[in-house]
Every structure is written in C-alpha cells, then in structure tokens.
C-alpha cells in the first residue's frame, strides 16, 4: 500500500469523498456532522493522505491544524468494501508518524457515538486515544465522541 499527500483534484477522490460525507448524512444528524467537504479539505491548514494499492485508492485520512502543538484527525475513511483489513491501522500509523514530524504533540479527534461508529472508536483506543472534552470549536453533542493522544 502506497501513502501519499494527495491534491484533492482527482475525480476519484472526489467521488470517495462524496460517498463518505453521504454516509455519514445517513447515520448522522445533519447538526451532528462534521465531515469536511472537498473545499475546506483543500485548506491550506489542512494535509490529506490518500491509500492506494496498485493504484486503486482503498482509504484516505487527514489532519488540520489547530494551533503550533495541536492538530485535529479528520476524513479517515477506508472502503468499505475493504474494512477490517488492516488500511485503516496503517494509515493510523502513517498520519500519527508525519503528525509528529511536524511537530504536533497532541492529535485529537471526533468521531460518531452510534453503534455504526464502535469499530473506528476501537482502532482509536488500540492506538492510544482516549476520550476527552470538547476541543476546538466543537460542543457537547450525543452524537460525538471526543478522543485526543498526546504524541
């Protein structure tokens, strides 16, 4: 599997993109939503990565900065027909590692509180997230779990 920084110009990831943030309509509430749509992905805060295996892309994940020490995990998604088979782990992997080299020390992130949600929640744990408050501009919300590492 290849990592690498990706543009966001490639209609493909556009498309995988569009999927997630339908997705995530459909289980969400649309108040409770946070994805990233394509243009506040291409933010200059903003660093995404692309998974491809031979050259089909299989997963995505980001970062935004928050400030000089803390950035925020946004746009992890593998596809679905994929999951559970080790892309989202080393994608993980690979943002916590450039999360580090450049300079971040605490990497935190929200994700959904529905059952739907209880693997990515999982992955987060076996990597060293652990629960938190509302960082950011996020409110308490049901919806949301709210986890943070110090790296």
Known sequence: MKIAVDDLSGPEIAEFLHAHVQQ???????ESKH???LDELRRPEVTFWAAREEGTLVGCGAIKR???SHAE?????TDPRRTR???ASRLLEHILAEAGRRGFTRLS?????????LPARKLYEKFGFVRC???AAYRSDPNSTFMTKQL
């Not at 995530?24 to 649309?30: E, N, V, Y």
């Not at 992130?109 to 949600?117: D, H, I, N, P, Q």
């Open 109 to 117: 992130l929200e994700t959904g509180s529905a059952e739907f949600f």
């Open 66 to 68: 928050l400030d000089a």
């Open 24 to 30: 995530m309509r459909a289980i969400t509430p649309l």
């Open 133 to 135: 408050a509302p960082f």
């Open 73 to 77: 995990l946004k746009s992890m998604r």
């Open 85 to 87: 088979s080790g892309i």
């Open 35 to 37: 994805a990233l749509d």
